[in-house]
């Protein structure tokens, strides 16, 4: 199956400092990938999606400026949590779309552990 | 708004029991609807794609169904083993996007 990688896998920060994950297709190219967060025991929420060469689309509620997407290649996907807080403590999860033998799919990272203290 | 629930929320059962998950939509306009495997602190494994045009997907152990008209999917495992055990997500694609339950919670004690 495609493969997508995140990095970091896990990462520890200070409140008001500003963290970069980063979602590659590491198989293929994506001209749309998913950033998702979820809560201990609680499901995804999709928070934007990321289309190559153009901006990205927010979710109701979630933060553009907090939350930024940048989509420069087929390949990569960046989210930068800016000015993180206690608060934006999450597993972070992006996906890529593309067509596969069961239609369009979207294959998942293995997801990114923020803390912020 | 689609809305989409997992029953039961966690499920234990003894190692080599068959068992089904249920996951139902509130929505029936749905492009397709995914299962999905998540083990603690990990991403996501896809289990099983079926199209909205299909009833059902076999892999290995595995079955799902659709039932668009009900709104209604079904994870059905059989002769479950503990490695099986892990939270179950389904998610329902539409509009691009997908819709993910809260998932099941399962545990298969050996």
């Known amino acids: 199956g495609a493969v997508v990688s995140q990095h970091p896998s896990r990462v520890i920060c200070k409140s008001g400092t500003s963290v970069k994950i980063e979602c590659r297709s590491l198989d293929f190219q994506a001209t749309t990938m998913f950033w998702y967060r979820q809560f201990p025991k609680q499901s995804l929420m999709l928070m934007a999606t990321?289309?190559?060469?153009?901006?990205?689309?927010?979710e109701q509620g979630v933060e553009k400026d907090k939350f930024l997407i940048n989509h420069a290649s087929l390949t990569l996907s960046t989210l930068t949590v800016t000015s993180a807080h206690p608060e934006d403590s999450s597993f972070y999860i992006c996906?890529?779309?593309?067509?596969?033998?069961?239609?369009?799919?979207?294959?998942f990272g293995p997801g990114t552990r923020l803390t912020v203290l | 708004k689609q809305e989409v629930t997992q029953i039961p929320a966690a499920l234990s059962v003894p190692e080599g029991e068959n068992l089904v998950l249920n996951c139902s939509f509130t929505d029936s306009a749905i492009y397709n609807l995914q299962w999905f495997r998540q083990d603690p602190g990990k991403g996501l494994t896809s289990l099983l794609l079926?199209?909205?045009?299909?009833r059902e997907q076999t892999s290995g152990r595995l079955n799902a169904s659709l039932d668009k008209s009900s709104g209604r999917s079904t994870l059905y495992i059989a002769a479950s083993q503990p490695g099986d055990s892990a939270t179950y997500l389904c998610a329902a694609s539409q509009g691009g996007k997908l819709i993910f339950g809260q998932g099941t919670e399962l545990s298969v004690k050996p």
């Open positions: 996906s890529a779309r593309r067509p596969g033998l069961a239609g369009v799919e979207q294959f």
């Open positions: 079926i199209q909205s045009s299909q």
């Open positions: 990321s289309n190559e060469g153009s901006k990205a689309t927010y």
